[in-house]
């Protein structure tokens, strides 16, 4: 018994740390979010203008297109990185209003690096990921990367639905 108790108590240090929402081989993040009281009309109005206030595309607010369904826009978010190495993570963000919330999906990841006096590398989620299944360093770094990214994205995520409800209820 004393065991089968060490080994649950280990069995989280085994297991991947890797938080990062993945689809096959691209970096996802979807999902619904209910907002209750609210109608069409209202989380429409709310999410274009949390969407032109909240994302970035090189420190400038964002431009917000409108698609068939709802809203898009590209944006980007800086990452740590040791110097003199500039990181930052790019990604496409689209929120769909429905009745009583929202849809919203986050894709088209990928990363750009740049060294003082070379060219901008990008790393594509999907490269970013296959780096995650070698061992040793490059898989930490990549491990290390991907954490950030998905922690940026949840707060990014936790951020929008804060305001949402603050705008929706105080339409009514």
Do not use: W
């Not at 070379?118 to 360093?137: D, I």
């Amino acid at each position: 018994m004393k065991i089968l108790v060490a080994l649950l108590f280990c069995l989280p240090l085994l297991s991947s740390a890797q938080t990062i929402h993945r689809k096959g081989n691209k970096i996802v993040y979807e999902g619904e979010v209910a907002l209750s009281g609210s109608n069409t009309s209202q989380i429409n109005t709310a999410l274009q203008k949390l969407l032109s206030e909240m994302i970035k595309k090189e420190k400038d607010p964002a431009t917000v297109q409108k698609s068939e369904h709802g809203y898009f826009a590209n944006g980007d978010l800086k990452l740590s990185a040791s110097y003199p190495v500039s990181r930052s993570v790019n990604y496409t963000i689209e929120l769909k209003p429905k009745e009583g919330g929202y849809k919203y999906k986050i894709d088209s990841v990928y990363v750009t690096e740049k060294k003082p006096g070379e060219t901008e590398r990008k790393r594509t989620g999907k490269e970013l990921l296959k780096e995650m299944e070698v061992s040793g360093p490059v898989s930490e770094a990549a491990e290390k990367i991907l954490n950030e990214i998905d922690m940026n994205f949840q707060r990014l995520l936790a951020v929008l639905k804060t305001k949402m409800q603050k705008d929706v209820a105080a339409a009514h």
